[in-house]
Structures are given as structure tokens and as C-alpha cells.
């Protein structure tokens, strides 16, 4: 039940990371770093959430987000793969882990 949260994350993250650019809604300048930013913190919490340990799940993410931005560069989408998404997606990675570890501790002083 735990991992549920985590799958949905991790298909969200295909949809968002492999639509065809064609099918990518158009935004203003800077918005696809926020939604890698976004996706990345969901897949971090939700995994934490999983019960993945913090460092083998951040190292995951950061091979997820490497792959992700070469296959972009690769695939036929559309897309280019960009070391800055790559950056976002990492940054987003730690950020989830950091609020994840954050609601952990106060819930176990709450607790």
C-alpha cells in the first residue's frame, strides 16, 4: 500500500519526462524547471514514503535523471535533453528528501 504512492509518481514522471514535444502545452519561459523540480520532489517523497532509504533512492533519481534527459536527446519527441532540466531534477530530488526527513522528524517528536 505504501508503494502505490510511488508507482503513480513514477508514472506521472514518464508522462511528464517522454510526451512528445508536440504535446507539450505551451508556458512561459522557466516553467519546465518548476515541473522537473516538482516531479522530482514527488518521486522523493513518495519513495521516502515507500520506505526507500534516503542515499540509494537519491542515487536512483540522479541516474533516473541523467537517463531521462539523454533519452530525451535520443528518443524521436521532439525534445532535447538539457543539462539544467537534469540540474532541476536532481535539485527537486533533494528537496523531497529534505521536506520527507523534515515531516518525519516532526511527526515522531509529535508522536
Known amino acids: 500500500m505504501r508503494v502505490q504512492p510511488f508507482v503513480l509518481a513514477l508514472l506521472l514522471s ?10 507539450v502545452p505551451a508556458a512561459p519561459p522557466g516553467t519546465d524547471k ?20 534516503a542515499w540509494p533512492l537519491l542515487a536512483g533519481l540522479v541516474v533516473y535523471a541523467a ?3 539523454v533519452l530525451q536527446a535520443l528518443l524521436p519527441l521532439g525534445r ?3 543539462l539544467l532540466d537534469g540540474l532541476a531534477d536532481v ?3 533533494v528537496l523531497g ?3 520527507y526527513a523534515l515531516f518525519d522528524r516532526s511527526r515522531t517528536r509529535a508522536g
Open 14 to 23: 514518464l508522462v511528464v519526462l517522454f510526451t512528445p514535444a508536440a504535446g
Open 34 to 53: 518548476v515541473v522537473h523540480l516538482a516531479v522530482f520532489a514527488l518521486l522523493a517523497v513518495t519513495g521516502r514514503m515507500a520506505g526507500i532509504r
Open 67 to 69: 537517463a531521462s534527459e
Open 80 to 82: 532535447s535533453g538539457d
Open 91 to 93: 535539485a527537486g530530488a
Open 97 to 99: 528528501i529534505g521536506l
